[in-house]
């Protein structure tokens, strides 16, 4: 192993299988799903979503909340969780331009945008918020966080599809081995269950119709698999190098030891047939970790539950760390929650090699046989997990891998 390792020294967690680090996952170990149907999606083509449960801005302490979207909701309440497991408190930096914030997101204040499009639409542009734009925007969770931890370092949002957080993370390592930061907070929000982009993805045939159970919908490599489960919330990890965290006396959970990032420059859509870009994500991750494809345990899947990416992502996998590696995809109970997918699932990958348990493949009871590799599924796995990989792979082709070791 001869890349720069990150120190991850803070998780935080909100996501439908629950609100924060151990609730989220206690549930993703048991493989208990969450997708359910929401009687404010009945108008739609899909009613059923993985949403966020009991979600409450003012018992989590979020004043001033009502000028947050949704999605920014989410991310701050993370970024507390994250910091405080980390042992820092916001705003008593030593130097807080050595702090930095990069949150990434898919859709940014969807929910937002959508309300006051509504109203421009009903009652005319005299109504419109003026608050549209600083609570919709895709930069505004990064920039609220930055505001609310009061960090005056590099401050960015990657907007890289589903792959947004994971970008974020890379990122964000990168920046402490440039040694423009000291401290990174990384990771991605998203709260896109609304009624465009339900119905669009829907239009796409990209979610699942298996809406008279809904909670075997989402079944990741499953031969029956027909489509994801939307799915919202926010993963943040605090990094650092590992002598800044050694000098504050503190553990890491794992460390952010590679990350590869690349374009499938295919389809819009659709993943590359082979999984070029893929390919080219992982194998950049584990050259810059020093790595080959057999120091990979465990591989925490993009896996969406959809026909095409499970399949060709299996092969990748196949092809870079054999048949015998170890797989799973957490979307099985979270759904797929778009932009803050990467981050939750690193997240998760990061407690595997910390507590060396693998979770399953919810719902998944049949494994397609054109998937080549070891599937966990049926009930979590206890096993040694010394190097992780998790992938992300987002529409417009973009692909972001990042290699995840114990500490």
Known sequence: MTGFAAAITGIGLVTPAGIGVKESWDRVVEGRPTAAHHSDLDALPVTMACKVPDFDPAALGLRGAWQWDRYSQFAIAAVREALGQAGLTPGAWADSARVAVILGSGAGGTATLEEQHRTLIE?????????????????????????????????????????????????????????????????????????????SFARMRALSRRLDSPGT??????????????????????????????????APVARVIGYGASADAHHVTSPHP?????????????????????????????????????VIEAGVIHRVAGPDVQVSSTKGVTGHPLG??????????????????????????????????????????????????????????QNAALLIASA
């Open 340 to 397: 803050a997918a990467g981050s939750i699932e690193a997240a998760f990958a990061a407690l595997t090699v910390h507590h060396g348990v693998i979770p399953p493949s919810a719902s998944t009871t049949e494994v397609d046989p054109r998937v080549k590799v070891d599937v966990v599924h049926g009930a979590a796995r206890r096993s040694r997990v010394d190097v992780a990989l998790s992938n992300s792979f987002g529409f417009g082709g």
């Open 274 to 310: 082979e999984g070029k870009g893929a390919e080219l994500a992982v194998r950049a991750a584990l050259a810059d970790a020093g790595l080959t494809g057999r120091d990979i345990g465990y591989v925490n899947a993009h896996g969406t539950s959809t026909p095409l990416n499970d």
């Open 123 to 199: 009652e005319g542009p005299s109504e419109v918020s003026p608050m549209t734009l600083p609570m919709g925007l895709l930069n505004m969770a990064a920039g609220q966080v930055a505001i609310d931890i009061g960090a005056n370092g590099p401050c960015m949002a990657p907007c890289t599809a589903c792959a947004a957080g994971a970008s974020a993370i890379g990122l964000g390592r990168d920046l402490i081995r440039s040694g423009l930061a000291d401290i990174v907070v990384a990771g991605g929000a998203e709260a896109p269950i609304t009624p465009l982009y339900v119905s």
């Open 217 to 250: 919908a989402s079944r990741p490599f499953d031969t029956s698999r027909d489509g994801f489960v939307l799915g919202e919330g926010a993963g943040v990890v605090v990094m650092e190098s590992e002598e800044h965290a050694r000098a504050r006396g503190v």
